[in-house]
């Protein structure tokens, strides 16, 4: 199962992460970057 899913609004990149017990989707947070890449290592660390 995927821990999190990455998704763009505007120009901006969120984090969805999903409870790993229920296997719910948790409500989207912003990671603040504008660059996919750059939002994902912000997500993963």
Request: proline residues 2%; glycine residues 4%; without cysteine.
């Amino acid at each position: 199962m995927r821990r999190f899913f990455l998704f763009q609004r505007e120009k901006i990149w969120y984090a969805e992460f999903v409870d790993e017990v229920t296997g719910a989707k948790l409500p989207a947070k912003s990671t603040g970057m504008d660059i996919r890449d750059e939002a994902l290592m912000f997500v993963l660390s």
